[in-house]
DNA sequence: TAGGCCATCTGGTCCT
DNA sequence: AGGACCAGATGGCCTA
C-alpha cells in the first residue's frame, strides 16, 4: 500500500494525540521503516499500479453506467452519481493520510506505554514486557501500592510480590521474581492467573538460607530464572547501602545496565527494585534489589517505618522502627519531599 | 514450524 | 466534512 511520507504530514490538520511524536525518537527499525516506505512511495512500481487501477475503475464505471441506463427504466429516482476520477483520488489521499494519522497515533501510544514500562518495577531495554504484561503489571503494581498505603503498616513483601504477579504470564512472574531475587517457583501462577505457591513456605524460601553458599538458596541449583540458568545473585542489604551512598548517581553506577531505570519501587523509602548488573550477571534478565530511595533522595526518608541494619543480610531483613501507623497524608509527604 | 508479538492498513463509528 | 478512535485483517519478525 502506498504510504504517505511523513515529510508532507504537515499538510494535515493536527491530530489530538500522536501527531508531535518525534520522529527522531522513534526506534532505529521504524525509522528504517519509514525510510523504506518514503523510498517506496518515490519509486514504487504501486505508482503506476494505482494508475491503471483508476484507469480500469473508470472503464469498469461506464459499463455499469450502461447497465444503469437500461435499468432505468425499471428504477425510477435520483440517479446515483457515479464517483469522478477526482473523487477517487481525493479519497485515495484522505486515506493515505489518515493512515499516516493512525501510525502516528499509534507511535504516540506506543511511547506512553514505553513510558509505563520505564515506572513498573521491571523495566530493561533488551528484555522488554509485552504490551498487554506492561499494563498488567501497572495495573497490579498500582494495586499493590494502594494497598500498602491503606494498609498503614509495614507491607508484606511476599504479598506485594504476589498481587505484583497476579494474572501475569509466567515469564514475566519470572521477570519480577528476578527483580526481587526470590525463586519465582515459589509463586507460580496457576491457571487461574492466581498466585500459588508451591514447595516449601515462601517464607522459608526467603528467609532461610542455611547453606553456606549464598548464592545458591535452597531449593536453587542455578538461579532465579532457572530456565534461563541465570546464576542466583546475592545482594546483602550492606553492599547494596553503601554502594548506593557510595555512586550518587545509581543511574548510570550498573556497567551493564542498558536503559533507563524504572523508579525505585518503594515503600515509602523502604526498598527499592532497580536494576543492578554485577559485571559477572548474565546478559539478560538481571535485575537487582536495591535499598534506596529514589534517585536525588536520601535511600531512607528521616520519616520512614523502617530501617535497614547495615548487617542485616538479604533477604529482607527489615527492621522496624516504629510501628505507628502514618496516615496517608503522612506517607506521600515522606514519600514527595 | 507454530505461536506470540508487533506495525500497519483499512473501514466503520462517533464527535466536532 | 474531517478527524479521532477502534477493531479486524494481514504480514513480518522472532523464538521455542
Not at 504516540?108 to 518495577?121: D, I, M, Q, T, W
Not at 545509581?250 to 523509602?269: C, I, R, T
Amino acid at each position: 500500500m502506498l504510504t504517505l511520507p511523513f515529510e508532507e504530514t504537515h499538510m494535515m490538520c493536527e491530530p489530538r494525540f500522536g501527531a508531535n511524536y518525534p520522529r527522531e525518537s522513534l526506534p532505529e527499525s521504524l525509522q528504517q521503516q519509514e525510510r523504506q516506505q518514503r523510498t517506496t512511495a518515490r519509486s514504487d512500481p504501486d505508482m503506476m499500479r494505482e494508475a491503471e487501477d483508476d484507469l480500469s475503475d473508470r472503464e469498469e464505471d461506464e459499463r455499469e453506467d450502461d447497465q444503469d441506463e437500461n435499468e432505468l427504466q425499471k428504477k425510477r429516482g435520483p440517479r446515483k452519481k457515479r464517483p469522478g476520477k477526482e473523487h477517487v483520488d481525493r479519497a485515495k489521499l484522505r486515506r493515505q493520510e489518515a493512515n499516516a494519522r493512525e501510525r502516528s497515533r499509534m507511535h504516540g501510544l506506543n511511547a506512553a506505554l514505553e513510558s509505563l514500562r520505564k515506572v513498573v518495577p521491571c523495566y530493561s531495554k533488551t528484555q522488554k514486557l509485552s504490551k498487554i504484561e506492561t499494563l498488567r503489571l501497572a495495573k497490579n503494581y498500582i494495586w499493590a501500592l494502594s494497598e500498602t498505603l491503606n494498609a498503614g503498616k509495614r507491607p508484606d513483601l511476599l504479598a506485594f510480590v504476589q498481587t505484583l504477579c497476579k494474572g501475569l504470564s509466567q515469564p514475566t512472574t519470572n521477570l519480577v521474581a528476578g527483580c526481587l531475587q526470590l525463586n519465582a517457583r515459589n509463586f507460580l501462577t496457576d491457571h487461574n492467573g492466581e498466585v500459588m505457591f508451591s514447595g516449601r513456605s515462601p517464607y522459608e524460601a526467603m528467609y532461610s538460607y542455611t547453606g553456606s553458599d549464598m548464592n545458591s538458596p535452597p531449593g536453587h541449583s542455578g538461579g532465579v530464572m532457572d530456565a534461563n540458568s541465570k546464576p542466583f545473585r546475592h545482594y546483602s542489604y550492606s553492599s547494596a547501602y553503601e554502594t548506593y551512598f557510595e555512586n550518587p548517581s545509581p543511574d548510570s553506577s550498573s556497567p551493564h545496565f542498558d536503559g533507563q531505570l524504572s523508579p525505585p519501587m518503594s515503600f515509602n523509602g523502604i526498598f527499592s527494585l532497580k536494576h543492578d548488573d554485577p559485571p559477572d550477571y548474565g546478559k539478560s534478565g538481571h535485575y537487582g534489589v536495591r535499598y534506596c530511595g529514589a534517585p536525588g533522595r536520601t535511600a531512607l526518608a528521616p520519616t520512614s517505618m523502617y530501617r535497614v541494619s547495615p548487617e542485616a543480610r538479604f533477604p529482607y531483613d527489615l527492621h522496624v522502627r516504629s510501628q505507628s501507623f502514618q496516615t496517608q497524608g503522612e506517607v506521600n509527604g515522606s514519600y514527595h519531599n
